[in-house]
Structure formats: structure tokens, C-alpha cells
């Protein structure tokens, strides 16, 4: 099956730049997903990317693809103690026409940062 | 707006206990899924609905079943639990154009 690969873990200092990265399998990947898990919640929509793109920029978020190597990396700009947060990656396959999207996740970056 | 309402938030079951994870929307979204969250392991996929009346089979459907009578209500069963079925369980829906999926908060269910 797809597979999508981020590193665990992720130590910052307050005030420097985090960047998380992931790598996929599908090369039919439609959408790019960043998602943020906040100690004993669900996870949240952060910024998503179309595969026809290769950056995005939102706010402190800046997303770069890379389609030919199947690589996102997600930048946080001048990271602060609340961005502590466990980051999934997922990607979507093409739209099966079934109604659902499968995505895939990665296993999560868990990103600390230290004051 | 409460999105993706899911109960119990956190149980502890016996081995071969029944259990049932109950998840409500309120978006009308026609998709919706079952996560469970494991250590080491990320996310994976237990059944899925397309719509009202459907189901489907994800990566790690043994154990668990599903049901879809209406939009709105997605319980995820557990006939006889086990304590590998110790887990952090998400319920999730999808907007119809985006894809984008929108998670509940989570039940923790421990079966020892």
C-alpha cells in the first residue's frame, strides 16, 4: 500500500524557524495534508497543499512539495511554545468517485519547543 | 458549532466486554471514518461510510463493526474486546469538495 514517512521527533528553540518533513509513496496524490495534534485533542486541518503547487505560503506556514522527489516539508516561522504539537502529514489519491477520501497519515512529528 | 461530537471520551472495559464508541456530526457530510491511534504507529483506518447506508473495510477492521443508518451517526462496535484494542479511537467526517477531514476529540478505551 501508500506509505507516508515523517521523522518522530523535532526539538526547537522559541523564536527559530521548525521544519518538518515527510515523504510519500502515491505518485497519484492529489492533496497534501499538514495536520496538528494538540496534547489530548483531535486533529486539525493546519494547511493543505494541491499537488500542482510547489509552495504555499500562509502566515507563519510556508509548504513546499516537491512532486518529482515526493517530498513536503512544512515550515514554521518563529516557532512559539504553542506550536508544541504532534504534525501529521497525509496525503489523497486521486478521487475515487466513491464519495469517501482515504488518506494516509504519517506516523506524526512531535515538535518541542523549548523556551 | 459542535462539529464531530464523540463518547465516552474514556472508558476502561474487561476483556470480552461489548462496546460500543458512539460519534455524532452535525455538517451533513455524506463520509465518515474511524481512526484508531497507537503509539509508534500514527493513524490507521478501521471502517469507513461513504454515505447513509454503506460501509467499507480500512486497514484494520478485525474486531471492530460499523453501522450508517442515518447521516449523522457512525457507532463503531467492539463485540468482544480484547487488550490489543487498548487504543485512542478518532471518529472523523470529510467535506464533499476539499476533502478535508475533521476530527472529534477522541475516545481513550483501555480493555484490560
Known amino acids: 500500500g501508500e506509505d507516508v514517512e515523517q521523522s518522530l521527533f523535532l526539538s526547537v528553540r522559541e523564536g527559530d524557524s521548525s521544519v518538518i518533513n515527510c515523504t510519500y509513496t502515491?505518485?497519484?496524490?492529489?492533496?497534501l495534508y499538514w495536520y496538528k495534534q494538540e496534547p489530548g485533542a483531535g486533529l486539525q486541518l493546519l494547511t493543505y497543499i494541491f499537488s500542482n503547487m510547489d509552495m504555499k505560503q500562509d502566515q507563519r506556514l510556508t509548504v513546499l512539495l516537491n512532486k518529482k522527489d515526493k517530498h513536503l516539508s512544512l515550515r514554521i516561522a518563529d516557532t512559539q511554545t504553542g506550536d508544541s504539537a504532534i504534525y501529521f502529514c497525509?496525503?489523497?489519491?486521486?478521487?475515487?468517485?466513491?464519495?469517501?477520501?482515504?488518506?494516509?497519515f504519517g506516523k506524526g512529528t512531535k515538535l518541542s519547543v523549548i523556551p | 458549532i459542535a462539529g464531530i461530537t464523540q463518547a465516552p471520551t474514556s472508558q476502561i472495559l474487561a476483556a470480552g466486554r461489548r462496546m460500543t464508541l458512539r460519534c455524532t456530526q452535525d455538517?451533513?457530510?455524506?463520509?465518515m471514518y474511524w481512526y484508531r491511534q497507537d503509539l509508534g504507529l500514527g493513524l490507521r483506518l478501521i471502517h469507513y461510510s461513504n454515505t447513509a447506508g454503506t460501509t467499507g473495510k480500512g486497514e484494520v477492521p478485525d474486531g471492530y463493526s460499523v453501522s450508517r443508518a442515518n447521516t449523522d451517526d457512525f457507532p463503531l462496535t467492539l463485540a468482544s474486546a480484547v487488550p490489543s484494542q487498548t487504543s485512542v479511537y478518532f471518529c472523523?467526517?470529510?467535506?464533499?469538495?476539499?476533502?478535508?477531514?475533521?476530527f472529534g476529540e477522541g475516545s481513550r478505551l483501555t480493555v484490560l
Open positions: 455538517m451533513r457530510h455524506n463520509a
Open positions: 502515491d505518485s497519484s496524490s492529489t492533496y
Open positions: 472523523a467526517s470529510s467535506d464533499a469538495y476539499t476533502g478535508e477531514l475533521f
Open positions: 497525509a496525503e489523497r489519491p486521486a478521487y475515487s468517485g466513491a464519495g469517501s477520501y482515504q488518506l494516509t
